[in-house]
């Protein structure tokens, strides 16, 4: 009869395996490792029990045991797991070899002792152990063979991600926080409530080897759209029983409130939103990421190429977004050709149905640039994204649409990233498309069958009549011009009826109400011009701006005589005061600092429930503080509170500010996290380690007069 025996018999030496699997940052004192890279564990044995037998040990996955593996005595081949032993004194050094392409997940190893007629005279159980990908490893198909790229899209937790429009690209930081504690085992819960998961679950265990299977899951699961998925996306107010948006600084929040709500849809995400916890999942998993924004993102439903936006404002057909995020991840692809290795892009964003779920990816960046549509997956729709046309037309009485305006080379602009060297940004645009005009980007229009111009050599006359729109960079709550021009470039005088509207949109073009619009007939004197200035006043957007604070101002003008009248457009996003972050005093490990944020009220109105949002991967988890009462216009509010950071290292602390009329107000420092000396004596903080936050206080100032 067997003895059966528990963990109290095995040292997992989790320190020393994690540290030399670089997965210390995310636990200490479990075993988690990478595939592909031997780890060993102690186990109390005793010689007398090996002289009369051998070990066996077995593998579980699953948690009905979808997979059972029987770990070889010797090195066959690489596709299989091994082990060695080393008898010291009462117990014996087992070392496991993973094979590169093993399955991603927990398992649970047995170790049997077994008598020489092949009875099992003892049973180890009970130990667990993670085991996740490794970019480290040539083998591994995530294989990355440039360290600072690793340092930068797997291990660090601190990211920025780019928003705005091309002409003012505004950036917003984020907290990924892979290594949080609970997230590798949330990712894990991502897996586990998959579709796939929960119709196969031996099928779906025995396919986590791969990383094209897993992170298209991961794009399918992000959104809640067709299953028990994370984030419930929402573009227009309101947003009644959730948060907005702008709100979050960080993927933890989410992810944990998905998990400890039993995997209902957290409320309310958007790109960047879809693309930063996918991120943080696909780091946590070992998979290097990073996070990628295309500016003037195009939507092709219907895959002509060709983006038709007619001059109403309720269509929810074709549309452009003034950015889109998405991320790409790097791995090998052995089901496509040769080719097509590298960056993957995989976006999360629920946009339209991939195989009848909501997912896109992984799709090979190189296969866009090429104009590969037929690689999968997805292709066809990303190619659009970065590369199709812009067509205005107008409802004319009638009801028959004249076309205005063709644009074909808005879409796809500085496509962007962080940079692995700081937080600069990166323009990735030549990985996704050749030069504009060069004979290699017509080559890639031919194959992929968008419409080429055809090119000249000659310099183009300029139109007779051409619009412009200026405009300075104005402030959320100030008041600004918008100047619409009109030049008559040629010989007669023109006679001209002029419209400026300014509408607010949101980032990806939804409308939200009209603020201000003129009509004027004006004679324009041939080789002159005219302006007309259109006063923007707070009060005419604070209504119906979003989140996003994003002013559409169109110009559209037709000429007396002429059947083809001709517009513009510009996007002015209003920007809104930094939070100004401060810490005082060095940061310690388990050691209280003090931090301070200061915020004035830039608006002519006051503010009514405001409320600080701080969070920092390794520093505290998010807490909000509440700011009691109304702030006044011009009001400086200062707020002061203490936590004690938790790991060592260079944080970022991010903070958001939110109110009645004033959102997505960001703020971020720069913390350095010393290790505590050696004669510190733990107090309070030491003891109970980041309790988020131990005290806030709100210090104000008035303006004068006030």
């Given at each position: ?12 030496r989790?320190?020393?395996?994690n ?17 592909g ?126 928003s ?14 892979q ?7 949330i ?28 992170s ?24 009644s ?24 849809a ?18 946590c ?41 998405w ?191 003129q ?6 004197a ?38 083809q ?59 909000p ?20 950071p938790?790991r ?59």
């Amino acid at each position: 009869m067997a003895n059966h025996c528990l963990t109290s018999d095995v040292d997992l030496r989790s320190r020393e395996n994690n540290s030399s699997h670089r997965t210390k940052e995310i636990d200490r004192d479990r075993l988690i490792v990478r595939r592909g890279q031997p780890f060993s564990i102690a186990v109390q044995i005793c010689d007398s029990e090996l002289q009369k037998g051998h070990l066996e040990l077995v593998l579980h996955l699953g948690k009905r045991d979808e997979v059972v593996i029987k770990v070889q005595r010797q090195r066959s081949n690489a596709g299989h797991w091994w082990f060695s032993q080393q008898a010291l004194q009462d117990e014996v050094m087992l070392t496991l070899h993973s094979p590169p392409a093993a399955i991603v997940g927990q398992y649970r190893l047995a170790v049997l002792v077994m008598s020489p007629n092949g009875h099992i005279v003892r049973k180890i159980e009970g130990i667990s152990f993670h085991l996740l990908f490794n970019p480290w490893n040539q083998d591994d198909a995530v294989y990355l063979p440039d360290e600072t790229q690793l340092q930068e899209y797997l291990m660090n937790e601190d990211g920025i991600i780019y928003s705005g429009t091309a002409e003012y690209i505004s950036s917003i930081s984020w907290n990924y926080g892979q290594f949080e504690d609970n997230i590798m085992d949330i990712c894990f819960e991502v897996l586990d409530n998959s579709r796939e998961a929960l119709k196969n679950s031996e099928m779906d265990m025995e396919r986590r080897s791969d990383p094209v299977y897993i992170s298209r899951m991961i794009t399918a699961m992000v959104n809640a759209n067709d299953d028990r998925g994370v984030l419930a996306g929402k573009w227009e107010p309101p947003y009644s029983k959730g948060v907005v948006p702008s709100k979050w600084t960080g993927s933890v929040p989410i992810l944990r409130q998905w998990s400890s709500s039993g995997a209902r849809a957290v409320k309310y995400g958007q790109c960047w939103v879809f693309a930063g916890v996918a991120c943080t999942v696909l780091r946590c998993l070992g998979i290097p990421t990073r996070l990628v924004t295309n500016f003037c993102s195009a939507h092709d439903v219907d895959g002509n190429l060709c983006v038709d936006l007619v001059d109403t404002f309720n269509s929810r057909k074709d549309s452009y977004w003034n950015f889109h995020c998405w991320v790409e991840s790097w791995m090998r692809r052995h089901d496509l050709p040769k080719g097509n290795n590298g960056w993957q892009i995989l976006d999360p964003t629920p946009q339209e149905r991939s195989d009848g779920v909501f997912c896109c990816g992984p799709c090979p960046v190189t296969a866009i640039k090429e104009g590969n549509l037929q690689v999968k997956y997805d292709a066809p729709f990303i190619f659009a994204e970065v590369n199709a046309d812009i067509t205005h037309w107008r409802v004319l009485p009638d009801g028959q649409r004249q076309k205005i305006h063709v644009d074909q080379s808005s879409v796809g602009r500085k496509i962007s990233t962080k940079s692995v060297y700081g937080d600069s940004r990166e323009d990735i645009t030549l990985l996704y498309k050749y030069p504009e005009g060069s004979n290699e980007e017509r080559a890639v229009f031919e194959k992929a069958g968008r419409r080429v111009t055809q090119s000249t050599n000659e310099i183009a006359e300029p139109p007779r009549l051409q619009l412009l729109i200026k405009h300075a960079k104005p402030v959320f709550g100030s008041d600004f011009d918008v100047i619409a021009e009109v030049r008559n470039n040629g010989d007669e005088d023109a006679h001209i009826q002029l419209m400026v509207l300014a509408t607010a949109v949101t980032y990806n073009s939804l409308h939200q109400g009209e603020c201000k619009s003129q009509t004027i007939r004006v004679k324009v004197a041939a080789h002159a011009g005219h302006r007309e200035v259109l006063r923007l006043r707070y009060k005419d957007y604070a209504t119906c701006a979003s989140e996003h604070h994003l002013i559409r101002v169109k110009a559209f003008a037709e000429a007396q005589g002429q059947n083809q009248p001709f517009m513009t457009m510009t996007d002015i996003p209003l920007s809104v005061p930094e939070l100004l972050v401060q810490l005082q005093g060095k940061a310690v490990v388990q050691q209280q600092v003090t931090a301070n944020i200061s915020f004035t009220n830039p608006l002519p109105a006051p503010l009514k429930g405001g409320v600080f949002t701080v969070e920092g991967a390794g520093l505290l988890s998010a807490a909000p503080i509440h700011v009691e009462g109304e702030i006044f216009p011009g009001q400086k509010v200062e707020i002061r509170f203490s936590f004690s950071p938790v790991r060592t290292g260079v944080r970022k602390l991010l903070v958001d500010f939110d109110s009645d009329r004033l959102k997505d107000v960001k703020g971020t420092a720069t913390v350095v996290v010393r290790k505590k000396s050696r004669a510190y004596i733990p107090g309070i903080s030491g003891i109970f380690g980041n309790l988020g936050l131990l005290h806030a206080t709100r210090l104000t100032g008035f303006p004068s007069g006030i």
